[in-house]
T-cell receptor, first 111, second 118 residues
C-alpha cells in the first residue's frame, strides 16, 4: 500500500491567500519530500526535510515535520495563480532508497 | 545527460501487444525508479534499481511487467500482453544514493511516457 496520504484531496483558494496541505505516513522515515506536478507530467522537487528536522523554509514554502504524529505539512504563502498544480509528499523509509508517494493534493488558485 | 530522458513520450498500442518504455537517467545517478500514474491519481511505485544490488520489484503489479537496467545507465520497462488497465503515464526518476538522507536523495523525474491501450 502507498505510504503517504495527503489531505485535502483538492483545495481551491483566492490568489494571495495561504494554502496548507497535509501528509501522513505510516512507517519510520529517513526523510520526507514535497513535489509539484503540472499537467500530469514530470514532478519537480520542492523541498526535502530530514527526519531530525522539524521545520524548513524555502522562499514562500514552509514545511513542518512531526515524526511523533507521522505527519508533515506544506504551507504556500501569498499564493499565485501559477501555483495551481498537484502537490505530492514522498517518504523514504529508513535503511533503503524506496520512495513512496501519496495520492496528492490538487491546488487551484483563482486569480 | 542534463535530465532524465524517457521515450517514447506517447504510445498507443493494441490490447495484447507488448510495449517497451525506455529511461535514460541523469549521469552518475545510481538509483533509478519507475512509477505508474493513472489519470488523476497518485504515483504508484513499481520498481527501483540501486547500483549492483538486486532491484526492489515489490511494486510490479503482475508478471506481465518487468524491468531491466544496464549497469548504472539505461533502463527498460516492458509490459507484455498489454491490457486497457495498463493505460497510464509511466514515470522514470533517478537520484544519487546517499544513505545520509540529505539533498542527495532528491529524485529527478523525466516527463513520462503516456501509454494508451486500445
Amino acid at each position: 500500500s502507498q505510504q503517504g496520504e495527503e489531505d485535502p484531496q483538492a483545495l481551491s483558494i483566492q490568489e494571495g491567500e495561504n494554502a496548507t496541505m497535509n501528509c501522513s505516513y505510516k512507517t519510520s522515515i529517513n526523510n520526507l519530500q514535497w513535489y509539484r506536478q503540472n499537467s500530469g507530467r514530470g514532478l519537480v522537487h520542492l523541498i526535502l526535510i530530514r527526519s531530525n528536522e522539524r521545520e524548513k523554509h524555502s522562499g514562500r514554502l514552509r514545511v513542518t515535520l512531526d515524526t511523533s504524529k507521522k505527519s508533515s505539512s506544506l504551507l504556500i504563502t501569498a499564493s499565485r495563480a501559477a501555483d495551481t498544480a498537484s502537490y505530492f509528499c514522498a517518504t523514504r523509509n529508513t535503511g533503503g532508497f524506496k520512495t513512496i508517494f501519496g495520492a496528492g493534493t490538487r491546488l487551484f488558485v483563482k486569480a | 545527460g542534463a535530465g532524465v530522458s524517457q521515450s517514447p513520450s506517447n504510445k498507443v498500442t493494441e490490447k495484447g501487444k507488448d510495449v517497451e518504455l525506455r529511461c535514460d537517467p541523469i549521469s552518475g545517478h545510481t538509483a533509478l525508479y519507475w512509477y505508474r500514474q493513472r489519470l488523476g491519481q497518485g504515483l504508484e511505485f513499481l520498481i527501483y534499481f540501486q547500483g549492483n544490488s538486486a532491484p526492489d520489484k515489490s511494486g510490479l503489479p503482475s508478471d506481465r511487467f518487468s524491468a531491466e537496467r544496464t549497469g548504472e545507465s539505461v533502463s527498460t520497462l516492458t509490459i507484455q500482453r498489454t491490457q486497457q488497465e495498463d493505460s497510464a503515464v509511466y514515470l522514470c526518476a533517478s537520484s544519487l544514493a546517499s544513505l545520509q538522507g540529505g539533498v542527495g536523495n532528491t529524485i529527478y523525474f523525466g516527463e513520462g511516457s503516456w501509454l494508451t491501450v486500445v
